[in-house]
């Protein structure tokens, strides 16, 4: 899966998502490009507008995810590429 994303859009779209028990990520192929995120156990999604290069779906632990905002956050530029 990889798509290009809006950092900032992210960033805000995921600040209330949990990752105690893992994350699915989600990138609709096609026209919509949507990036999906839910949390396992809370209920919680996002629906963020992407530029969808590739779709695919991935699940990441608690730690993954944990790494993978760090890597985000810390990134320059206003776009970034998710590339799962």
Do not use: C
């Given at each position: 899966?990889?798509?290009?994303?809006?950092?900032?859009?992210?960033?805000?779209?995921?600040?209330?998502?949990l990752?105690?028990?893992?994350i699915s990520?989600?990138?609709?192929?096609?026209?919509?490009?949507?990036?999906?995120?839910?949390?396992?156990?809370?209920?919680?999604?996002?629906?963020?507008?992407?530029?969808?290069?590739?779709?695919?779906?991935?699940y990441?632990?608690?730690d993954?995810?944990?790494r993978f905002?760090?890597?985000?956050?810390?990134?320059?530029?206003?776009?970034?590429?998710?590339?799962?």
């Open positions: 899966m990889k798509a290009t994303v809006n950092r900032q859009l992210f960033i805000e779209q995921i600040s209330s998502i990752p105690d028990k893992g990520i989600l990138v609709s192929d096609g026209i919509d490009g949507i990036l999906t995120i839910a949390s396992f156990g809370h209920g919680v999604t996002a629906r963020i507008p992407v530029y969808a290069i590739k779709g695919g779906q991935a990441l632990s608690s993954e995810w944990t905002i760090s890597m985000i956050e810390t990134s320059k530029g206003s776009y970034i590429d998710i590339d799962l």
